[in-house]
């Protein structure tokens, strides 16, 4: 009897022990049908539905990508991949990786070059990013793609967020509900609800909280058939009730006949209320969260300004400076949500100015990057240190130039003295993409470079140029900048153009006809 040589038998063990495993684990199943835009927009829908206590929901949608991951050359796929875990790296999920993300997004818009959710998504990844200008190109790209004007909208909603534009913002979402579909037939991604709720959390930036929870109620009402949008933006409804505005028995009001009362985040709500009324002259109530742990919560939002000193008074807080499960502290989470109330009642009770977290950074960091005149004021009077940066790469000036206050930079610039070359020329550039004439012109005295050498940097000229700054376009031609400059294939005349400012489009064509 003859017997198969032995890589044939290793062979057959190996392809018997594959089949096998594909039966188990259900594989012998009908494969689904190949992913089509309308079912990355469903899954883009469910995601965006998806808040931070709900990870059962973004394991379904894990689950159904998973489907479809053999489909390596259909840039649907790798643009259901890359907004899964951008959702997922928005909701704090930190084992997601950047880079895979980002590989994702580029991988969807190389295989889908004329497919605007492709580059929808690498607009977002670069979002993501912080490299602004390529998403604003991004953009620009898909809307000529003939793309949903609801995802232009959001495209340009989450631009203006990261350039903490809520003004703008705001104005795109409103210009957005009146051209988006109702009705059946939509997906959820591009539909009513979803504009209420991304309307609500800009309005709530703005501080208008009363109005942030209509829209917020209206999205509760108008996803009433879409029920993770509407679990979403009951949570949202809830939050904004008891944690902006401070009204614990709206919220037990509205808890007591919802079916998602059981869900972590409603639970984490209905914990913090007690202290809420508290804080309002009741009675300390029953709490599964000890002080220190609710004051951690309660340093984020603006109840925290009248919450957390209230613990103080009463002597609950065992520790200042105790840490969440990313090193930070109450002050470091009141700079993050901008509340110099919060900080100052923490810096007087003896906090910790200069506590660094998981990431390197500080309370002075978020201070400077939300354009804070108080916060970074008081941090600076109590001796914080702004000469450092976090593990990122950035440092409080960085921040503070990203902010487009200029006040706030000039509070910073005589404290990190002296600053090299390099990161002046970096500086130069990120000062004229936030339109800081004054603080652009500083950085050009004491050194920065208008026409820089590394080929790879955006000329400040095109930044001035993205930001619309007349006054500060002007200074730099009027003081040697290139008019010829280009940056990633396009010339300063390319996104002069783009800037629909004719002023601008006339000072660079000038320039240049002055130098041929």
């Given at each position: 009897m003859?017997?198969?040589?032995?890589?044939f038998?290793?062979h057959?063990?190996?392809?018997?022990f594959?089949l096998?495993?594909?039966?188990i684990t259900?594989?012998?199943?009908?494969?689904?049908a190949e992913?089509t835009?309308?079912g990355?927009?469903?899954?883009?829908?469910?995601?965006q539905?998806?808040?931070?206590?709900?990870?059962?929901?973004l394991?379904?949608?894990?689950?159904?990508?998973?489907?479809?991951?053999?489909?390596t050359?259909?840039?649907?796929?790798?643009?259901?991949?890359?907004?899964?875990?951008?959702?997922s790296?928005?909701?704090?999920?930190?084992?997601?990786?950047e880079?895979?993300?980002i590989?994702a997004a580029?991988?969807?818009?190389r295989?889908?070059?004329?497919?605007?959710e492709?580059?929808?998504?690498?607009?977002?990844?670069?979002?993501?990013?912080?490299r602004?200008?390529?998403?604003?190109?991004l953009?620009?790209?898909?809307?000529?793609l003939?793309?949903d004007?609801?995802?232009?909208?959001?495209?340009r909603?989450?631009?203006?967020?990261?350039?903490?534009?809520?003004g703008r913002?705001?104005?795109?979402?409103r210009?957005?509900?009146?051209?988006?579909?109702q009705?059946?037939?939509r997906?959820?991604?591009f539909?009513?609800?979803l504009?209420?709720?991304?309307l609500?959390t800009?309005?709530?930036?703005q501080r208008?909280?009363?109005d942030?929870?209509v829209a917020?109620?209206d999205a509760?009402?108008?996803?009433?058939?879409?029920?993770s949008?509407s679990q979403?933006a009951?949570?949202?409804?809830?939050?904004t009730?008891?944690?902006f505005?401070?009204?614990?028995?709206?919220?037990?009001?509205?808890?007591?006949?919802w079916?998602?009362?059981?869900?972590?985040?409603?639970?984490?709500?209905?914990?913090?209320?007690?202290?809420?009324k508290f804080?309002?002259?009741?009675?300390?109530?029953y709490?599964?969260?000890a002080?220190d742990?609710?004051?951690?919560e309660?340093?984020?939002?603006?109840?925290?300004?009248?919450?957390?000193?209230?613990?103080?008074?009463?002597?609950?807080?065992?520790?200042?400076?105790?840490?969440?499960?990313?090193?930070?502290?109450l002050?470091?989470l009141?700079?993050?949500?901008?509340?110099?109330?919060?900080?100052?009642?923490?810096?007087?009770?003896?906090?910790?100015?200069?506590?660094a977290?998981?990431?390197?950074?500080?309370?002075?960091g978020?201070?400077c990057?939300?354009?804070?005149?108080d916060?970074?004021?008081?941090l600076l009077?109590?001796?914080?240190?702004?000469?450092?940066?976090?593990?990122?790469?950035?440092?409080?000036?960085?921040?503070?130039i990203g902010?487009?206050n200029a006040?706030?930079?000039?509070?910073?610039?005589?404290?990190?003295?002296p600053?090299?070359?390099?990161?002046?020329?970096?500086?130069?550039?990120?000062?004229a993409?936030?339109?800081?004439t004054?603080?652009?012109?500083e950085?050009?005295?004491?050194?920065?470079a208008?026409n820089?050498?590394q080929?790879?940097?955006?000329?400040?000229?095109?930044?001035?140029i993205?930001?619309?700054?007349?006054e500060?376009v002007a200074?730099?031609?009027?003081?040697?900048?290139?008019?010829?400059?280009?940056y990633?294939g396009?010339?300063?005349?390319?996104f002069?153009?783009?800037?629909?400012?004719?002023?601008?489009?006339?000072?660079?064509?000038?320039?240049?006809?002055?130098?041929?």
């Amino acid at each position: 009897m003859r017997f198969p040589a032995p890589q044939f038998r290793l062979h057959g063990l190996i392809a018997g022990f594959l089949l096998t495993l594909f039966w188990i684990t259900g594989a012998h199943a009908q494969p689904p049908a190949e992913l089509t835009a309308a079912g990355l927009q469903s899954l883009w829908g469910r995601l965006q539905c998806v808040h931070s206590t709900s990870d059962a929901q973004l394991d379904h949608v894990k689950s159904d990508i998973g489907d479809h991951l053999l489909e390596t050359r259909n840039p649907y796929v790798w643009a259901g991949l890359a907004g899964y875990r951008l959702r997922s790296l928005e909701l704090g999920n930190n084992h997601i990786g950047e880079l895979a993300t980002i590989e994702a997004a580029e991988n969807a818009a190389r295989l889908g070059p004329g497919i605007w959710e492709a580059q929808w998504i690498l607009a977002m990844a670069r979002i993501h990013e912080r490299r602004y200008p390529e998403a604003q190109v991004l953009v620009a790209r898909i809307e000529k793609l003939s793309a949903d004007p609801t995802a232009i909208a959001l495209a340009r909603v989450a631009l203006a967020l990261a350039m903490h534009d809520p003004g703008r913002a705001e104005n795109a979402l409103r210009a957005a509900s009146a051209v988006t579909p109702q009705g059946p037939g939509r997906s959820p991604y591009f539909s009513i609800p979803l504009l209420n709720l991304r309307l609500g959390t800009v309005l709530r930036l703005q501080r208008r909280y009363a109005d942030a929870s209509v829209a917020f109620r209206d999205a509760v009402r108008t996803a009433a058939t879409n029920s993770s949008c509407s679990q979403f933006a009951r949570f949202s409804l809830a939050e904004t009730r008891l944690l902006f505005q401070g009204d614990a028995a709206a919220l037990e009001n509205d808890t007591t006949n919802w079916a998602e009362s059981h869900d972590g985040g409603i639970q984490t709500l209905l914990a913090l209320a007690p202290y809420v009324k508290f804080a309002n002259g009741g009675v300390l109530g029953y709490s599964p969260y000890a002080p220190d742990e609710a004051a951690l919560e309660l340093a984020k939002y603006p109840v925290g300004a009248r919450d957390v000193p209230s613990l103080l008074k009463a002597g609950l807080l065992r520790n200042v400076d105790a840490l969440d499960g990313k090193g930070n502290t109450l002050l470091a989470l009141a700079a993050m949500a901008n509340l110099p109330d919060v900080a100052g009642s923490l810096i007087k009770a003896g906090a910790n100015v200069d506590h660094a977290n998981q990431d390197g950074e500080r309370a002075l960091g978020y201070f400077c990057a939300a354009g804070s005149d108080d916060g970074v004021r008081m941090l600076l009077d109590a001796r914080a240190q702004a000469r450092y940066a976090d593990r990122a790469g950035n440092s409080p000036l960085y921040a503070a130039i990203g902010s487009g206050n200029a006040a706030v930079v000039k509070m910073i610039l005589p404290k990190v003295q002296p600053i090299d070359r390099k990161t002046l020329d970096l500086l130069l550039i990120k000062s004229a993409y936030s339109g800081l004439t004054e603080v652009a012109i500083e950085l050009v005295r004491q050194g920065a470079a208008i026409n820089p050498a590394q080929p790879k940097l955006m000329p400040p000229l095109i930044a001035a140029i993205l930001s619309r700054n007349r006054e500060l376009v002007a200074w730099l031609l009027a003081h040697g900048a290139d008019s010829r400059a280009s940056y990633l294939g396009r010339s300063s005349t390319d996104f002069a153009r783009d800037s629909d400012d004719p002023e601008i489009l006339r000072l660079v064509i000038g320039a240049k006809v002055r130098n041929t």
